[in-house]
């Protein structure tokens, strides 16, 4: 098999990140295009002990690291209040980890490949990374959850971030009309509820009255993930780590649409 074809399934997926990573499509696409000539040319190998996305990625990471980054020109990108800007205002190496695993899906021990760096470190630029998210976008947060201590384990979890929480609920009807009276800017949410009413219904209503990003955490993940609709894109299954509570509100809210029309 070719070079071109074993890399080319993973071409746009390296396109996007240099994207996100740099804050302009074009100077990611030169990027992407001289590791791509360095690998034509015979001056990079792809790693042979890496899979071939976790090689392209650290071929690419090669490149940017051996330019010393003099591709990127983010005149006018640091000072914007958007989320390319907010990203580039986050240290590049604490960037670099936060989007290989939050944007790309990456495992940190596969980050840490890319970057040649030590896992233990991966997760610590994370955190970095995530706790200077958590600053610029903080927010009023809704939780949907009929278990007392459950629902007052979130809370604690979600200021500790910074957020505010300004309402709680226990049914369907609880959770619309919290909205009704103030709008939030994240949802977590229960899918079954205290008088059997439906988290999943309560989620639906809500988003026919506002675009607002939802995290589901429960202990049914199979009534979510049927493949027979669309399925959310965080989804947390309990009992929960607290980090992973942590760390999907960091991505929902630095990624989800409104969030980036709202700062536009």
């Known amino acids: 098999m070719s070079l071109l074809a074993r890399l080319a399934p993973h071409l746009p997926y390296v396109r996007r990140y240099a994207r996100a990573l740099t804050g302009d499509q074009t100077t990611g696409d030169n990027y992407v295009r001289v590791a791509l000539e360095a690998l034509a040319a015979g001056e990079r190998q792809l790693p042979t002990e ?10 690419f990471h090669a490149i940017w690291t051996s330019t010393g980054a003099q591709l990127e020109d983010k005149s006018g990108i640091e000072g914007r209040d958007d989320p390319t800007g907010r990203l580039m205002r986050i240290a590049p190496r604490s960037r670099q980890a936060f989007l290989l695993t939050a944007l790309e899906g990456f495992t940190p021990s596969e980050a840490a490949q890319i970057l040649d760096a030590d896992a233990q470190d991966v997760e610590r630029l994370i955190s970095e990374a995530q706790s200077d998210i958590d600053a610029e976008l903080a927010t009023d947060v809704l939780i949907i959850e009929d278990e007392a201590i459950i629902s007052a384990d979130i809370e604690s979890l979600v200021k500790e971030l910074g957020h505010r929480v300004t309402g709680t609920a226990t049914t369907h009807d609880e959770a619309v009309d919290a909205v009704s009276r103030h709008r939030p800017g994240l949802v977590l949410a229960d899918i079954q509820l205290a008088d059997g009413s439906s988290g999943i219904d309560a989620v639906k209503d809500i988003l026919k009255r506002i675009d607002v ?34 760390a999907a509100i960091s991505q929902a809210l630095f990624f989800h649409p409104s969030r980036q029309r709202e700062a536009a």
Not at 50 to 59: E, F, K, Q, S
Not at 214 to 236: H, N, Y
């Open 50 to 59: 890496m899979t071939p996305r976790v090689a392209l990625y650290h071929v």
């Open 213 to 246: 990003p939802v995290i589901f955490i429960t202990a049914f993940p199979e009534r979510l993930l049927t493949g027979e609709r669309p399925e959310p894109t965080f989804l947390i299954t309990k009992p929960f780590q607290p980090e992973t509570v942590k």
